[in-house]
């Protein structure tokens, strides 16, 4: 094995010879800048030096292994260098934003006060690192730039777009059935024949190392012990291998969540992967197949410099260089995803590569679920990417209205699930009346994940659960097979503050 020092490895940063170091050992990742899902901006920004700090808490173990080939795994840094970067991580200086996220964590309110998913995530969104909160509650276009640090704190001025997604609820009402026999009520169900102890799901999201040090392992765990299901995401930081082995029993059903790349040999590697490792479904995401204008994590570092100078601009001669990396910072996985899938050649031919059941996640319109049927999946999400993609695009409780009412044949071909703007248990309801099999949560995870680990996602549960049973009561049902549509109405008006 070669040895290198750090002067040495500080010679390649550039976009035509780029090292990194990562966990003392060096990598030659110059072939892997454009096939890198986060964009080469984020590799070069630790061009040359030791990025292990960056690419631990959201990489998976094998990542390296499975991405840079053997002959650019280059060899492992001298013992002096080693040392050095020791010492370097030892005396480096906490940023405010650190101190703020340690005050924030000393300051945690006990999980017995959290009462609801918005308790959840405001106690959250104040523990993470401002990075992590730009990643996890960034959406499209105008959501941008209305989070701001003041005294040390995040706060919002404005309502994020994906807020449109829970808005929705509220112009849906209830027609609750009195008289009826509720005790006993039963709030279990099932999806893709496999048992949940509420109608809700963990859906697929990103990057859970971001918020708690354990990330997938803490949902998965917590699904286990509340007995709903999770969908794995295939952006995760865990290995897919870590996830499955922290499964508390071998029959807890796991799904996960896929993107169609290029690359057809490794779209197949990966699916033989997981079908080895015992993953239940395919939940193959069709609605970012290019990247959105997500500038809120763009603007992120720029708010966090700000944070750290106390609003003094350090290089007000850099304007020119931030516009360049902006536009670099837009181009993602753009040169990675497959923009040629289509319904009469994609499906099928996943269909000859594996057995397990294919869900189509992100239909937006009643057109796409047609054809989702009759290409024989085995179910269907309704669902905008939770506002992260296409800005105005229909919130997905009005997508399953809008199918209830136009095809409803369709509930009895295939099972519809949806996602996004879901906070309550009455929430759940109103989907499932509608014809929904069940719903999926992401954001909410990860903020209980983040915020309590594996305790917050049980109670998480708790807090639903208890709601979906007073709500199932209220409504006049004791089981989830009797809800109805004739129990909720859909209003055009909204209720108009008193001027009294």
Request: charged share 25%; proline share 5%.
């Amino acid at each position: 094995m070669v040895i290198y020092n750090l002067a040495q490895v500080a010679k390649h940063k550039t976009r035509s010879s780029c090292w990194l170091i990562i966990r003392d050992k060096v990598y030659d990742v110059t072939d892997f800048l454009f096939e890198h899902p986060g964009g080469p901006q984020v590799i070069l920004e630790f061009a040359g030096r030791d990025a292990t700090a960056a690419y631990v808490p959201i990489h998976p173990a094998d990542a390296l292994e499975k991405n840079i080939a053997p002959r650019n795994h280059l060899g492992d840094l001298d013992e002096t260098s080693v040392l050095d970067l020791q010492r370097a991580r030892q005396n480096k200086t906490k940023t405010r934003d650190d101190i703020r996220v340690g005050e924030a964590r000393k300051n945690r309110p006990p999980l017995s006060r959290i009462f609801n998913i918005q308790d959840m995530e405001e106690t959250a969104k104040k523990l993470l690192p401002y990075k992590a909160f730009a990643y996890y509650e960034s959406a499209a276009d105008d959501s941008i730039g209305m989070y701001h640090f003041q005294r040390g704190f995040l706060v919002s001025e404005a309502i994020e777009a994906h807020a449109e997604n829970a808005r929705t609820f509220s112009r849906f009402f209830f027609h609750p059935r009195v008289m009826r026999v509720v005790s006993g009520c039963d709030t279990s169900s099932t999806i893709l024949g496999y048992r949940t102890s509420i109608p809700v799901y963990i859906s697929g999201s990103a990057l859970a190392r971001l918020g708690h040090p354990l990330g997938e392992v803490n949902l998965t765990r917590g699904a286990y012990k509340s007995g709903i299901v999770q969908m794995v995401s295939s952006n995760s930081s865990l290995s897919y291998g870590h996830i499955a082995a922290a499964r508390g029993s071998p029959d807890q059903p796991i799904f996960f969540q896929l993107y169609k790349y290029r690359n057809d040999a490794a779209f197949v590697k990966r699916i033989q992967e997981v079908e080895a490792l015992g993953y239940n479904a395919i939940f193959l995401t069709v609605d970012a197949i290019v990247e959105p204008n997500r500038e809120m994590d763009i603007r992120a570092p720029r708010y966090i410099e700000d944070f750290e100078n106390q609003g003094i601009r350090r290089h007000p001669d850099l304007e020119d260089e931030e516009k360049l990396d902006v536009l670099s910072a837009t181009i993602n996985h753009i040169t990675v995803k497959d923009t040629e899938i289509t319904w009469e050649r994609t499906i099928p031919w996943i269909r000859s590569i594996t057995k397990l059941p294919i869900v189509v996640k992100g239909i937006q319109c009643i057109a796409d679920a047609v054809l989702a049927v009759e290409a024989g999946c085995e179910g269907i999400v309704l669902s905008n990417h939770g506002g992260r993609q296409l800005e105005y695009s229909l919130p997905p409780l009005e997508v399953l209205y809008k199918l209830r009412q136009e095809h409803p044949e369709v509930f009895r071909k295939t099972e519809v699930y949806m996602d996004g703007g879901v906070r309550r248990g009455t929430d759940v309801l109103k989907a499932l009346c509608l014809g929904a099999k069940a719903v999926g949560l992401g954001r909410a995870f990860l903020y209980a994940q983040s915020a309590y680990g594996e305790a917050g996602v049980v109670h998480l549960v708790q807090i639903l659960q208890r709601e979906i049973k007073f709500g199932m009561e209220s409504l006049g049902v004791s089981s989830i097979d009797q809800l109805s549509p004739e129990m909720v109405e859909r209003v055009d008006w909204h209720a108009i503050p008193s001027k009294l």
